[in-house]
Antibody, heavy 120, light 112 residues
């Protein structure tokens, strides 16, 4: 079955760079149409899509956050990595990774989420 | 501020029907598929509807989706207390390497 799991630091300081890893199983990111996205949710607020990486290494970023985001993949390890620079307290959120299939446009499987707090 | 507009909250009694709207524009909902997600308290979102009106395996037919023009609607019939959750619509445009406003602002469903 398809599973995704986010990992990374629970606490980062302002101005630091956040690195999150999504480790998945049950599908391959080398299969045509497969993609992984990162989505975040500040406490009590709505979902916010951040970035997406595709099987062919195409990348998509949130217009507002693009300068701070980098998404990459390691197909052999079944991992997708998101880095976000210059972290600020407003970036405190639960960060989710989710699978996205282009032939059935939707985020069909989600990780459990990783809470990241930005505080000095 | 999302480009997909949802009502902040809706409520209905157990057994009743409720609808949740998602309003966008021709450039997003008007020309792309809509999906819907249920987020129970303290859990990750779960896919309810994809391609406007299709249900993944395991989603009961009490949940339905529709789309007309630049708006979409999620319907839930036979409401149960376990349906109390936040519901999000999503519609992404991938015309370039950038995208925005993928998710609506969410609607909190209260089953009275």
């Amino acid at each position: 079955q398809v599973t995704l799991r986010e990992s990374g630091p629970a606490l980062v300081k302002p101005t630091q760079t956040l690195t999150l890893t999504c480790t998945f199983s049950g599908f391959s990111l080398s299969t045509t149409g497969m993609c992984v996205s990162w989505i975040r949710q500040p406490p009590g607020k709505a979902l916010e899509w951040l970035a997406r990486i595709d099987w062919d290494d195409d990348k998509y970023y949130s217009t507002s956050l693009k300068p701070r985001l980098t998404i990459s993949k390691d197909t052999s390890k079944n991992q997708v990595v998101l880095t976000m620079t210059n972290m600020d307290p407003v970036d405190t959120a639960t960060y989710y990774c989710a699978r996205y299939i282009t032939t059935r446009p939707s985020f069909d499987f989600w990780g459990q989420g990783a809470l990241v707090t930005v505080s000095s | 501020q999302s480009v997909l507009t949802q009502p902040p909250s809706v409520s209905a009694a157990p057994g009743q029907k409720v609808t949740i709207s998602c309003s966008g524009s021709r450039s997003n909902i008007g020309n792309n598929f809509v999906s819907w997600y249920q987020q129970l308290p303290g859990t990750a979102p779960k896919l309810l509807i994809y391609e406007n009106n299709k249900r993944p395996s395991g989603i009961p037919d009490r949940f339905s989706g529709s789309k007309s023009g630049a708006s979409a609607t999620l319907g839930i019939t036979g409401l149960q207390t376990g349906d109390e959750a936040d519901y999000y619509c999503a519609c992404a445009t991938w015309n370039s390497s950038l995208s925005s406003g993928v998710f609506g602002g969410g609607t909190k469903l209260t089953v009275l």
